[in-house]
Structures are given as C-alpha cells and as structure tokens.
C-alpha cells in the first residue's frame, strides 16, 4: 500500500502563489508518475500536472506558464509551485501516484487539499 500525505493549501488573493507539497511512503514501485488533480464545484477531477520518475512533466493547457510541478525521488515527494493564481484555480486538490506493475495501472490518492484564490 502507499500513502500519500498533501500540504500547503490555503487561501491565496488572485495572481498570488502557493506551493503544494505532497510525500509517498509505503511500498512503492518504480518507475511511478506523480501528479496533482483538481476537482471544483460541479466539475469532474482533472489533470493539472505530472511529473514521471525520471522528469518528463506534463501540465493542463490552462495551467501552463503558471504552474510547475517538481519532484524529489530520494523523498519521494512531489510538489505544485502554482503562481499568478485565479479564482478559476479554486479547487480541491488531490495528489496522485499511479504505476503499471504487470501492465495493470496502480493509482493512490491523496486526500485532497482545498486552495481558495479569492479577493
């Protein structure tokens, strides 16, 4: 089983910053991707971004520019530098790992961190 434990959320004014934290432990396998999913009122959970073990990232159109997204393997912890925020950022954020051990895909959620971006 892995755990995965978020932090750094909060309340942020529009174009301000936050950074999202986000440490693994448990039984986990490599190669692994981690990741950051958001989830808004009324909307369905969607990527924002995700980095594999050896670097490779990809981000959501509308948050790129903006966001960037990092990891520390030895940690094993990922984080979300999110800058230049907007109300439309206001979500829940989850963190994510996920693995594909005997081509079979693992997913582990964390349970989610809520960052506001109001005036």
């Known amino acids: 089983q892995v755990q995965l434990v978020e932090s750094g959320g909060g309340l942020v004014q529009p174009g301000g910053s936050l950074k999202l934290s986000c440490a693994a432990s448990?039984?986990?396998?490599?190669?692994?991707?981690m990741g950051w999913y958001r989830q808004a009122p009324g909307k369905e959970r969607a990527l924002v971004a995700d980095i594999t073990s050896s670097g490779s990232t990809n981000y959501a159109d509308s948050v790129k520019g903006r966001f960037t997204i990092s990891r520390d393997n030895a940690k094993n912890t990922v984080y979300l530098q999110m800058n230049s925020l907007k109300p439309e950022d206001t979500a829940v954020y989850y963190c994510?790992?996920?693995?594909?051990?005997?081509?079979?895909?693992?997913?582990?959620w964390g349970q989610g961190t809520q960052v506001t971006v109001s005036s």
């Open positions: 448990g039984s986990i396998f490599s190669p692994n991707t």
């Open positions: 994510n790992l996920r693995d594909y051990r005997l081509r079979v895909r693992h997913d582990y």
